[in-house]
């Protein structure tokens, strides 16, 4: 009787570890987001193209009293001084990687307003 239980429980044993070991997983590997290309011809203007973007999406969240400040004649010093944006380098900076796809205000950047501020970025983030 005892040599049955211990078989049982050895075939049990041996096929619980050839159910598991059949398992196979996928791993989910995140696209890595790469920036549309920049149209080098086109000057981006931060006070004609990048503020009106933040007055119109940005400044009843981030008005003077909240980091970073982004009501005009602020938002660019708030930005540059305040490490939000790295010049040259779009996916350095903190500003386009929140507002890229998977950034907390990526629900509230169009995809032409990313491209402006990654070009604008990438231009050297120059207040003009």
């Known amino acids: ?26 791993t989910i590997v995140p696209e890595k987001f790469v920036p549309p290309p920049i149209d ?8 004609q193209d990048i503020q009106p973007f933040f007055d119109a999406k940005c400044t009843r969240c981030h008005p003077s009293q909240y ?12 930005l540059v001084s305040g490490n939000y944006v790295v010049v040259g380098d779009p996916l350095a900076s903190k500003l386009y990687n929140k507002c890229k796809p ?27």
């Open 1 to 26: 009787m005892m040599k049955t239980s211990i078989l049982k429980f050895a075939i049990v044993i041996c096929a619980s570890l050839a159910l598991l070991t059949a398992c196979e997983y996928d």
């Open 40 to 47: 080098t011809t086109h000057v981006i203007s931060f006070s």
């Open 67 to 78: 980091k970073p400040d982004l009501t005009a004649g602020n938002s660019y010093n708030a």
């Open 102 to 128: 998977g950034g907390s205000m990526a629900t509230h950047t169009s995809t032409e307003e990313l491209n402006l501020l990654s070009a604008w970025i990438y231009a050297g983030a120059k207040n003009n």
